[in-house]
């Protein structure tokens, strides 16, 4: 068959059937995660102290720091080059491989050694033993993903979160210890990748090569991006962390903090749509309009009435969740929610896809650099808040870029292959409906009214899915299908 006629069977697939079931067993799989990060963050911030729940989240900024120095890009390049490939490559280019290896790890682990305060010299050495294990993780994930084993992912990613969590639960109430928790949690990132290699009985096997040209060039745009864009993230809380105390640190990351299942959501879609793009060459044009409009079609159905949910909400949503205890942290939380209505697709998919990985890391150095001009210029007068409004605006900034750069690429328009009508539609739906909703119910006392705008939050969650997934044609029993062949190996 030729490529001309292959390529209407290849769209009908992606648009059909294999992008939204893929999508959706990876995105289960990371919310998995979430049920318990919710929990340990509502226990958490409850029963210890601002100084010792300051310490705690900050670990996890420097696990997200060095990491993505250690990773540098890997998890992305899998995604649209072979293994075998870019093992090629590191054996043309050992020197310069090694070379680099060894800076990019030992320069974040130098400073982190000498030049943070508040750990012990065993806690950092347990710290760092967690990053070697969380990164081994998930590079093999995403090897697991590549090989189409996203059901594998999710029992794994089950098994995982019940460890994580039992863990937290276990060494809180038997007497909290850092060093204890680092430990354990080591233990279980090992075991998530020893389940997901038994099982995935294919998933360190050979691939076949797929010759990319620059390839070195692509990956270092790549992990630039990965690096700028994991800093730019928790570029406020390091300032935080750097000019004022532990307890502040806390009291601004609870009221920065970006609800993880939109990030997860983004991440399961935009892997899936990094793959199907690399794969279908013949038709790229095509397969690029049917996966953006999709998938931000798709995440914007959960993300837009959850965005207008906490527009109303925000309050009592808060309070329930990290007590009056975080009351200071309310109106940070306000600000930082405005970046949730652009956290609907993975806007640099279609840029990797045509390896155009310079844009990325040109999209993330905007980024970082307008949030911190933003910072200096806001810090001063609004602090805090302050902080919070550089990052949602910067955000804003470096989505616009993406689309441009994406649209000179296809020689199209952006709402050629971006449904803005659409997305206008559903979020004006969504602030309307919800904003009535919240009229309604302000009479109620609390938690009756929240629970009247949850209720209408999910009603319209279901309703926008129901008819996307309808006109995806979604076909859940073959997802079904699939966890039971996994049972049976």
Known sequence: MSAKNAAPDILQDISNKKFAKRSFLLIASKL????????????????????????????????NIISVFALFGLPSILLSVSANSIIAWIKQNKISFYLTACALNLLPLIYFFFAVKGFTGSCKLLLITLIIAQNIAIVIEILAVKKEKEPLVLITNIIFVIGYLLCHLLILYTGYSLPLLLATLTIMF????AIMIYFGSNILNSENSTPINNLGKQWFYLGLF????VIGKWLDKWVILLLLSFSQFAIYFNGAYEIPVFGLMITAVGNIMVIELSKNNDSKLATN??????????????VFPSFAFLLFYHHDFFILIFSHKYTASISIFFISIFVLPIRITNYSAALQAYNRNDLIAKAAVIDLVSAIVLMLILYPTLQMKGLAIAFVVATYIQTLYYLWQTSKILQERISSFFPIKKLIVVILLSV?????TYWLFSKLIFPINMIGGI??????????????????KLDFPVIRKTTATLFRQ
Do not use: E, M, N, P
Not at 190 to 193: E, P, Q, R, T
Not at 432 to 436: E, K, L, N, P
């Open 432 to 436: 309307v409906v919800t904003g009535s």
């Open 455 to 472: 209720v209408v939050c999910a009603l319209l969650i279901i309703i926008l899915l129901y008819f996307q997934l309808k006109k995806i």
């Open 190 to 193: 090992v075991l998530k990748a």
């Open 289 to 302: 309009r049917i996966l953006f409009s999709d998938s931000s079609l798709l995440l914007a159905s959960i």
């Open 32 to 63: 998995s995660g979430l049920f318990g990060q919710v929990i340990i963050i509502l226990l958490y911030s409850r029963h210890l102290s601002y100084i010792d729940y300051g310490l705690y989240q900050s670990v996890w900024l420097y696990i």
């Open 226 to 229: 990965d690096t700028i864009s």
